[in-house]
Nanobody, 115 residues
């Protein structure tokens, strides 16, 4: 089955930047819509950003202008560049691969924004 492994999380001060990476395997990467979700304590998991096979991107309003999602089909990688981080961005971030009704998830990486 599809395997997704996230990396790049950590502790950062408000206003700082992080770049999350997701390595995919056992997947025909180019046909999947890839996304980043996050879940904060006590809250539901929410879509942060997604990128379709044609490169069309979508962002939740709260991260527009600050986060950028990108993909490298040859390397089977998807990235989330996060700038101007805020304490409310603190969450576990999950990589997602979607094809029709099928969804695969990574194990998540913790992002903590705190001074």
């Amino acid at each position: 089955q599809v395997q997704l492994v996230e990396s790049g999380g950590g502790l950062v001060q408000p206003g700082g930047s992080l770049r999350l990476s997701c390595a995919a395997s056992r997947i025909i990467f180019g046909i999947y819509t890839m996304g980043w979700y996050r879940q904060a304590p006590g809250k539901q998991r929410e879509l942060v950003a997604s990128i379709q096979i044609d490169g069309i991107t979508n962002y939740v309003d709260s991260v527009k202008g600050r986060f950028t999602i990108s993909r490298d089909n040859a390397k089977k990688m998807v990235y989330l560049q996060m700038n101007s981080l805020k304490p409310e961005d603190t969450a576990v971030y999950y990589c997602n691969a979607a094809l029709g009704a099928s969804n695969s998830w990574g194990q998540g990486t913790q992002v903590t924004v705190s001074s």
